[in-house]
C-alpha cells in the first residue's frame, strides 16, 4: 500500500513519542501511541487504482458517497449549464484525490474560507476551496472542487496553471474529512446517483452523449 507523502508530519510524531514512551518503561501508553499514529498513516494510503474503459469517459476524482447531483451555472467553469455532482468524503475514506479525464489545467484558484461542515449545501459557498477546471481536447471543460470540510485543516492541489495531465493521477488530497464536486457539462450523461459509492480514479461518473 502506498501512502501520501503528506502523511510523514502527521504520522512522524506519533512514532517518535512511541519510542520515547517504550523507553522509559511505558509499553501500554508506547503501543497506543503507534496505534493512532497507524490511523492517521490510513488516512493518507493512495491505493494504485485505474480504469481501462472508454477515454471518453469521466472518472471519480475522489472516494466516498455521493449525497447530491444537481444542474448548475457557474461562471467560474464558463458558458453554459454543469451537473454538478458532490461526493462526500468520511474521515475513513481515502483522502488522494485523482484527475477526472486527460486534459489541460485552464483554471485553478484557491479561495481561503471557513470550515462548516462538508455535507451543508452552502458548504462550496463559505469553505476553504480549490477550484481546478481542466479543458478536454474536444473543447469541453470539467471542474473539479476540493472543499475543506469542518475537521479538515488544509485543500492541497499539485496541479498548476498550464499542466497537462493524464485521467487518473494523483492531484492532491484534502486533510481531514472534506468534500469534492465534480462538475460536467449538462450535456453529457451522468452514471452515478445519490447514495452511490466510488472510488477515485476507477469508478465512472460521467460520459458525454452520443452522437
Known sequence: ??????????????????????AF??????????????LVLLFFRDPNRRFTGDSAVIVAPA?????????????????????RIVTFLSVFDVHVQRTPAEGEVVAARYRRGRKVAAFRADAAEVNEKH?????RDNGDTVGIAQI??????????????????PRGER????????????????????????????????????????P
Not at 191 to 198: E, N, Q, S, Y
Open 1 to 22: 500500500m502506498r501512502f501520501a507523502p503528506e502523511a510523514w508530519p502527521f504520522v512522524s510524531p506519533f512514532g517518535i513519542l512511541a519510542v520515547g514512551l517504550a
Open 25 to 38: 518503561g511505558r509499553p501500554g501508553w508506547a503501543g497506543a501511541a503507534a496505534v493512532v499514529g497507524f
Open 63 to 83: 472516494d466516498g458517497l455521493i449525497t447530491r447531483v444537481e444542474m448548475i451555472e457557474d461562471p467560474e467553469l464558463g458558458p453554459g449549464r454543469f451537473h
Open 131 to 135: 477550484l481546478t477546471v481542466l479543458r
Open 148 to 165: 475543506a470540510g469542518l475537521l479538515a485543516r488544509r485543500v492541497v492541489c499539485d496541479l498548476k496553471l498550464g499542466d497537462r495531465r
Open 171 to 210: 492531484m492532491g488530497l484534502i486533510k481531514f474529512g472534506s468534500r469534492v464536486d465534480l462538475m460536467v457539462p449538462a450535456s453529457y450523461t451522468v452514471l452515478v446517483k445519490k447514495g452511490d459509492r466510488v472510488r477515485n480514479g476507477e469508478t465512472p461518473m460521467a460520459r458525454p452523449a452520443t
